[in-house]
């Protein structure tokens, strides 16, 4: 059994346990693969990559350009590298990270007559070496995010589940990032769980998943 089918299945299993019924998204999170990997998971019909590098995903669009991939942005924003991913039009941007940031992208996504699909990136577990906005601001971020930053189109919310072996903080941080989302009129996608936690992120309310090492093992 390939590597993505068996993680097909453990997705399944995992929406079956907890009566799931909306689809969920897999992003192959390419961080660690080459050209010839993705190509191989294309192949298997995995249509979406994500990297957290800008000048990786740079270098593997254009060594990939003849695939229809859909990229995914999953790392973190630096300003000084915005119009460098304005110009590479990723499918989504996973980690708006502040108002500030948002702020930043916004204005220069108007002067080149753009709009881009993010999320709302949000450190549940208020971790210190973790981007995002923190739990208790994220529904007022997000609202400012929507009513000020026109070239931005927030579909919902992105977390990192808490780095910790302990099911239970990682569960917590999961819930957090699920029950702001169920507070945000229109919000569609919650980006959580990458391959130590999916079925964890799933059992909370997960729709797109971050999965890298499981699918690039083989």
Known sequence: MSALREAIERV?????????????????????????????????????????????????????????????????????????????????IHSIDSFETAKAFNDRLL????????????????????????????????NEIVSTCLALKLEGVMTIGA????????QKSFEITRKIYEQIPNATVISMGMSGDFELAIACGANMLRLGSILFKR
């Open 163 to 170: 780095h910790t072996d302990d099911q239970k903080t990682i």
């Open 111 to 142: 002067r080149a007559n753009r709009t881009q699909r993010t999320l709302l990136q949000i450190n549940a577990a208020k971790e210190p070496t973790k981007s995002g906005v923190l739990p208790e601001k994220a529904i007022d971020i997000y």
């Open 12 to 92: 399944n299993i995992a929406k079956s346990v907890c009566g799931q019924k909306e689809d969920i998204k897999i992003v192959a999170a390419s961080k660690y693969a080459n050209a010839d990997q993705i190509v191989k998971l294309y192949s298997q019909r995995q249509l979406a990559f994500g990297e957290n590098k800008i000048q990786d995903l740079e270098l593997k669009l254009t060594a990939l350009k003849m695939l229809a991939i859909e990229w995914h942005f999953i790392g973190a924003l630096q300003t000084n590298k915005i119009n460098k991913l304005i110009a590479l039009r990723p499918a989504l």
